[in-house]
């Protein structure tokens, strides 16, 4: 008996430059978004064109018009806004959550540990990545703020 195996496709590794790179295109494409942010299948394919050229890669497969659409830090930025709507908390873009004392691990805690049985499965995943930034700032959250409208 002969099972089907799954491939998937290599995941894609983003790097510093790369991630300033699509940022650098989405703001220059920002008149094309409109009034939602809904940047077009053809903003993404020059993002991923631009990348292709720039010849930053160091690792992974070659960024896709698909890829970049996922990368896009929207969801990353929203739940920075989110915490930092939070009573109480603070946020900058140097120190982050600036997380100090037990009362202010406590809430940092609460939020990124959040129970994935409240949660849809893809914030799970970006309050747990927002762990790093406990005590240093988001470097690309300037970069997406000025790409919102």
């Known amino acids: 008996l002969l099972m ?3 491939t998937s496709e290599p ?9 300033d790179l699509l940022l650098a295109v989405l ?9 939602g942010n809904g ?31 996922t990368k896009w830090l ?3 930025y929203g739940h ?17 959550a600036g997380i100090e004392g037990e009362a202010a691990w406590a809430v940092w805690n609460s939020y990124v540990q959040s129970s994935i049985s409240t949660l849809t ?6 309050r747990n990545l927002m762990r790093q930034y406990h005590n240093t700032g ?10 919102l409208p």
Not at 39 to 65: I, R, S, W, Y
Not at 80 to 93: A, K, Q, R
Request: aromatic fraction near 12%.
């Open 4 to 6: 089907a195996t799954e």
């Open 11 to 19: 995941k894609a590794q983003w790097n510093a430059r790369e991630t």
């Open 27 to 35: 703001l220059s494409k920002v008149s094309e978004a409109g009034n």
């Open 39 to 69: 940047f077009k299948p053809t903003t993404f394919n020059a993002v991923a064109t631009a990348l292709d050229q720039a010849d930053l890669l160091t690792a992974g497969p070659p960024k896709t018009a698909k890829c970049c659409k």
């Open 74 to 76: 929207l969801q990353m």
């Open 80 to 96: 920075i806004e989110t915490y930092h709507g939070l009573s109480g908390v603070h946020w900058d873009n140097e120190r982050g």
């Open 121 to 126: 499965y893809i914030t799970y995943q970006a």
């Open 138 to 147: 988001w470097p690309f959250y300037s970069q997406v703020q000025a790409i």
